[in-house]
């Protein structure tokens, strides 16, 4: 048996916000004790108090979470200012939680250090990767990379950087009852767990492909030993580099992409810089998308989903969504989660956030990815 609930709130008191939570889980386990649990929540909150009220009513349970740029859930939709709780209970699953600190000093040891926490909690051989990590003081790539090498570089990991509502000052993560920052929980599932997943942004490559012949880390210098603004100015003129118009950087396959946005532009020495690392002789192209493609991708993500399940019942859906899919789509925000909720036969417990950076693989096969403005779905389930 594999049973998933949620709770979401969206009133602006921590006490009251937190309690709401609860007693909508509470009824919704019937009885069942669950073993582990994700708390989406914004940055306002008194995030020590809801911790210590969820441990109070579940004592020992295996918890992680972070703050976010806006919450999703099957009880409230899309809401801003919300506190939302996702509860897992299993008697065929184990799930353990872990986390590394100083994440920004040592990535490796870090992720090494919360995938040993939770492998050493474990009896079953681990399957799913669910993280919610730090994403201001160190690179979303070099946290995934970390990662990678502690679980292997096709273990399936998921999940999506914690956010601040946009003012990229601080963002907090949660491991149990502490609030962290510079952190990397994640919660690990090992055993009879199935699950499956969709990626998709709406956004298309256009125009010629291009190389990444100059860059360190996130700040690109040069793309075919031009500088980099000079390959902006070819498609979008005097407007500066924006979110609205992100690189396509291609995978090994030269096929699947994933997206980097542009946060910046230096007309002295005519670099670019990026939400997030951009590899070195990267076969890349600039992208576009209307807001209906947007929406559409949503859609997408999910219906692959729904259509690679494995077995026939799934327990629930997580969403990672893109800060910069929130500002760009507005007031159409709340249609993301929308297009997703009427297409199954039975209702699934859903939960997620609008991220500073998102994570999974890009198919079922592939290596693990890091993303920006990009929607993922991630159903689980057993058989």
């Not at 990626?199 to 690109?220: C, D, L, M, R, Y």
Request: charged share 15%.
């Amino acid at each position: 048996m594999f049973k998933i609930v949620v709770g979401h709130s969206n009133d602006p008191d921590s006490f009251a916000a937190v309690e709401e939570v609860i007693q909508q889980c509470t009824t919704s386990l019937n009885g069942h004790i669950p073993q582990a649990g994700i708390l989406f929540t914004a940055i306002d909150f008194d995030h020590i108090l809801i911790l210590q009220e969820i441990h109070q009513v579940f004592p020992g349970i295996e918890l992680i979470g972070g703050t976010t740029d806006g919450e999703i859930s099957s009880v409230l939709e899309f809401q801003q200012d919300s506190v939302t709780l996702m509860l897992f209970y299993s008697d065929e699953i184990e799930i353990f939680a872990g986390v590394g600190v100083q994440v920004s000093a040592d990535p490796v040891k870090a992720t090494q250090q919360a995938v040993e926490q939770a492998k050493a909690k474990t009896t079953k051989l681990p399957q799913l990767c669910l993280t919610h990590p730090e994403s201001l003081t160190t690179s979303g790539v070099a946290i995934l990379k970390g990662l990678k090498l502690a679980l292997g570089e096709k273990f399936p990991i998921f999940g999506g950087l914690a956010a601040d509502q946009s003012k990229y000052q601080q963002t907090y993560q949660f491991f149990q009852t502490q609030v962290l920052s510079d952190s990397v929980p994640i919660l690990l599932f090992s055993g009879n767990i199935l699950f499956s997943h969709g990626v998709a942004s709406g956004w298309f490559p256009i125009g010629k492909t291009s190389k990444v012949t100059k860059v360190e880390k996130n700040i690109v210098y040069e793309i075919d030993h031009q500088p980099a603004l000079e390959f902006y100015r070819r498609y979008l003129g005097t407007l500066s580099p924006s979110i609205e118009y992100p690189i396509a950087v291609f995978a090994d396959d030269e096929v699947n992409f994933y997206l980097r946005a542009p946060i910046a532009h230096d007309e002295t020495t005519g670099s670019v810089t990026f939400f997030a690392d951009v590899p070195e002789q990267a076969t890349i192209q600039i992208a576009e998308a209307g807001h209906e493609d947007i929406l559409t991708a949503a859609h997408a993500s999910f219906m692959n989903a729904v259509n690679n399940y494995p077995g026939k019942k799934p327990a629930g859906v997580l969403f990672f969504s893109c800060v910069a899919r929130r500002q760009i789509l507005g007031m159409q925000t709340q249609q993301e989660y929308q297009t997703t909720k009427n297409y199954v036969n039975q209702f699934l417990p859903a939960c997620g956030f609008y991220s500073n950076g998102e994570i999974a693989p890009i198919n079922s096969t592939g290596q693990t990815h890091f993303h920006n403005e990009t929607f993922v779905t991630l159903i689980l389930g057993t058989s």
